[in-house]
């Protein structure tokens, strides 16, 4: 459960395409790491000789990174990164007996993506009198791979979060805040 303030963002379509897009990779990475687990317990099962080794379970996401998959490299690698690390925080909840081990992520359904601070700006505008904030720009993307400011309506004040998980909810574009 996503806990903190959810604003509707009203991107342009050409930044919708691409926030899309940073969805279905980091999704893309999430499920191959799920896939790449099944194998290992599979593998390991059959195995008389793996017997007691540790299966990996980390945050590396580069040996999918391929030729086969050149569409990886047009996103920011700290979304790639947020899909491995969603994949290890799912795994430490089915370590902790709070969850079942990760499943496969389907297209269908909520999809969202998780931005850390290195990958979007919140710049204060300000009004008349130079220190009142009145609200903030939400600036989103790197130097190599800008999205732009998305305009969004915040229904009250809102702090600048460590996070945001952009979802789409009902074929719009939402963002939640977080801590």
């Given amino acids: 459960m996503l806990n903190g303030y959810r604003f509707r963002l009203y991107p342009t379509p050409e930044q919708e395409q691409i926030l899309l897009r940073w969805i279905g990779c980091q999704r893309l990475i999430y499920n191959a790491k799920v896939q790449e687990d099944r194998y290992f317990r ?5 195995m008389v000789g793996t017997a ?4 990996p379970v980390d945050q ?3 040996q999918f990174v391929t030729e086969r998959t050149p569409f990886l490299r047009e996103v920011p690698s700290q979304v790639l990164r947020n899909g491995a690390v969603r994949f290890r925080q799912a795994y430490q909840r089915f370590f902790q007996k709070l969850g079942g081990r990760p499943k496969l992520k389907k297209k269908s359904g909520r999809q969202s993506v998780w931005l850390t601070s290195e990958l979007f700006a919140f710049i204060p505008i300000e009004e008349v009198t130079p220190d009142a904030v009145s609200g903030y720009a939400l600036y989103v993307g790197t130097d190599n791979f800008p999205v732009g ?5 915040a229904h009250r004040s809102h702090a600048v979060p460590s996070s945001i998980h952009i979802a789409v909810e009902g074929g719009a574009l939402v963002a939640v805040l977080c801590g």
């Fill in 42 to 46: 599979r593998f390991a099962r059959h």
């Fill in 52 to 55: 007691g080794m540790p299966i």
């Fill in 60 to 62: 590396r996401y580069h």
């Fill in 149 to 153: 400011r998305i305009p969004y309506v």
